[in-house]
């Protein structure tokens, strides 16, 4: 059994911050969050490698952090100074043997 259950969403003002989680099984490692705003594309927006290498969107850069705690299987994003632009549902993401694996999601809403 795969599962990735990401949680932390929710409704923040401009400027605000928070962090969202994503709970692996133990037969998958969690390594990216990308996040899909109505009416676009799903984007990458931060991935980190089993030696921590990080890298990010540029249109997070500077405000997100990825982090990953592997004790409990749970990667980790730390959004700050978040913009409205930011809204969208954000997605856990794993690869393993050459397939994805994806959460169902958890929304974020920036309010102006």
């Known amino acids: 059994q795969v599962q990735l259950v990401e949680s932390g969403g929710g409704l923040v003002q401009a400027g605000g911050s928070l962090r969202l989680s994503c709970a692996a099984s133990?037969?998958?490692?969690?390594m990216g969050w990308y996040r899909q705003a109505t009416g676009r594309h799903r984007e990458l927006v931060a991935r980190i490698d089993s030696i921590e290498r990080t890298s990010y969107a540029d249109s997070v850069k500077g405000r997100f952090t990825i982090s990953r705690d592997n004790a409990k299987n749970t990667v980790y994003l730390q959004m700050n100074s978040l913009n409205v632009e930011d809204t969208a549902v954000y997605y856990c993401n794993a690869v393993s043997f050459g397939l994805h694996y994806w959460g169902t999601g958890t929304l974020l809403t920036v309010s102006s």
């Open positions: 133990r037969n998958i490692v969690p």
